[in-house]
């Protein structure tokens, strides 16, 4: 009778994060020849097989990492850098590139983040809350922080930030905040609080300096701003939620874009998606050379909005920081009107025509002087037409005090010409 053997099951194990199976055979029965004639085999694989596999798999692996090293591929194809500079400027031309390295965009980040950091400070401004609610008959009395950034613009201490961190004064019906009563600033590697005094502040264009008592500060350097593009490298840098000496990284989305703020206040900033947070205000926007081009002023929050940042350009704040080391203030021409915009409907609806039109006219003013009537609709300034206030402002800012301009109204139906000596504002 034949004898049996009893036949080992297959075990088939499956990967967990794969459909792959491995399959493993546990019978492992074999006779004496078999075994003999395997042994020759591996014999033969040994001695001849694996040497040959081996140096074809090196030689392998060395043509490989040459055709994978540019310059090498190059000379072995007998492809000059001409041509292979050619081939990337074609398929960089069509939206594709062939090769990217991110050791340059790291270096830059790197150079930019050394050259700037130094130059910016955190600035923390302490300040009175008094409640409207009372206990006892008795008002309650708190004090508040707030943080923000700072760029050191003179090795003696000047530095430039926005008006809205150091000028916290406010209230309504619940609470009122009173004006800053510390304002302190911490330097670059220094734990060292130094207060500052307020030099000077400027509502209009959100920009204040302030000034510490040290010498031999890393002023920061300024560029261009005029010279901006769309889709450039941009750092923001800054002291974001406290967190002192923090960088982020974006481009430039747009430039000269009009931006109104929650307190209806229009600019014209910077746009860049280098994240920006509550405390980067003030801080520097800078671009791959570590250059200054704009101050960090406004975000946009709300659902589905991201890296949506401004940035004042750098180029609009250099007169009104010397301004405020000056004179404490920014001296601006005025006309001494209230205005009020009127489009297409408004005028049609008045039997106006479209412009500004003249609300209230201030006494002793330039434009009482001129001669200019409430109810006078301005069409022109300085040979340019405008429908808004914010243009007339525009033209008036490019003027100097006591410099002549001259505007166009529409007075009952006829249309007049007027010189307006501009005085300081007062």
């Not at 297959?10 to 074999?30: Q, R």
């Not at 041509?83 to 150079?111: E, F, K, P, W």
């Not at 967190?243 to 874009?257: K, L």
Request: glycine share 8%; hydrophobic share 35%.
């Amino acid at each position: 009778m034949e004898e049996k053997k009893e036949k080992k099951p297959i075990i088939e194990v499956k990967s967990s994060t794969s459909n792959f199976k491995t399959v493993k055979d546990s019978n492992s029965y074999k006779s004496f020849n078999e075994k003999k004639n395997d042994k020759t085999k591996i014999g033969f694989g040994r001695s001849v097989l694996v040497p040959f596999a081996s140096g074809v798999l090196g030689c392998a692996l060395v043509i490989g990492t040459c055709f994978g090293v540019p310059s090498i591929r190059s000379n072995l194809l007998g492809i000059d850098s001409t041509t292979s500079t050619t081939n990337n400027t074609n398929s960089q031309a069509s939206g594709y590139v062939s090769q990217t390295s991110l050791s340059n965009y790291s270096d830059t980040s790197i150079y930019a983040a050394n050259k700037i950091l130094p130059s910016i400070v955190g600035i923390k401004v302490e300040y009175n809350v008094n409640s409207a609610l009372t206990i006892f008959g008795q008002s309650q009395t708190s004090t508040g922080t707030a943080t923000g950034s700072g760029i050191i613009i003179s090795e003696d201490g000047y530095i430039l930030t926005n008006n809205h961190i150091v000028s916290t004064s406010s209230d309504n019906s619940y609470y009122e905040v009173s004006e800053a009563t510390k304002v302190t600033v911490t330097l670059f590697n220094d734990e060292t609080e130094y207060e500052a005094k307020i030099v000077g502040t400027d509502e209009q264009t959100d920009l204040a300096v302030i000034k510490i008592e040290k010498a031999g500060l890393t002023k920061a350097e300024f560029a261009d701003s005029d010279n901006v593009k769309v889709g450039e490298f941009a750092m923001a840098v800054g002291n974001p939620l406290g967190m002192e000496s923090t960088i982020t990284c974006g481009v430039v989305s747009a430039v000269n874009r009009k931006v109104t703020d929650s307190d209806g206040k229009n600019y014209t900033l910077i746009q860049t998606d280098a994240a920006i947070n509550a405390g980067n205000s003030g801080g520097a926007l800078v671009n791959s050379q570590g250059q200054v081009i704009g101050i960090n002023t406004l975000k946009l929050e709300g659902t589905g909005i991201e890296g949506m940042g401004f940035a004042i350009p750098i180029n609009s704040t250099t007169d009104i920081s010397s301004q405020l080391i000056k004179y404490s203030k920014v001296k601006r021409p005025y006309i001494g009107i209230t205005g009020m915009d009127l489009d297409e409907k408004t005028a049609k609806a008045n039997n106006l025509v479209v412009g500004v039109y003249v609300k209230a006219i201030d006494d002793f003013s330039a434009a009482e002087k001129a001669g200019l009537k409430i109810g006078d609709v301005i069409i022109e300034a300085d040979g340019q037409k405008i429908t808004t206030m914010d243009e007339l402002t525009e033209i008036k800012n490019k003027h100097q005090i006591g410099d002549e301009m001259k505007i166009k109204v529409n007075r009952n139906g006829e249309e007049k010409e007027l010189a307006l000596t501009l005085a300081e504002q007062p």
